[in-house]
Nanobody
């Protein structure tokens, strides 16, 4: 069974930066497309970013494009989300997710993802 563990969340002022990490165990990490989603209180889980198996392709939501960068290190079974220029509206619980099919055109939809981490809280103060 694949397990995903996120880390790196915290409290930061607007304009600041954080780097989230998600480390996988129990599977073949390099065969999974990896995504980041976020969920604010009372809202649906929203797509943030996705990276292909070898890291050659990335996609971002319009709300984070130009500010966030997703990357991965398959040797470390880890995917990262570098978040710069943080805004109060970025406040949410951030989840990493693995798509064992290697990715699809529905990368923005949570449903194709097979494995999820427990989430890490990101709070941006104004």
């Amino acid at each position: 069974q694949v397990q995903l563990v996120e880390s790196g969340g915290g409290l930061v002022q607007a304009g600041g930066s954080l780097r989230l990490s998600c480390t996988a165990s129990g599977g073949t990490f390099s065969t999974y497309a990896m995504g980041w989603f976020r969920q604010a209180p009372g809202k649906e889980r929203d797509f943030v970013a996705v990276i292909s198996r070898m890291g050659t392709r990335t996609f971002y939501s319009d709300s984070v494009k130009g500010r966030f960068t997703i990357s991965r290190d398959n040797a470390k079974n880890t995917v990262y989300l570098q978040m710069n220029g943080l805004k109060p509206e970025d406040t949410a619980v951030y989840y990493c997710a693995a798509d064992r099919t290697g990715g699809s055109n529905s990368y923005y939809d949570p449903r194709p993802y097979d494995y999820w981490g427990q989430g890490t809280q990101v709070t941006v103060s104004s």
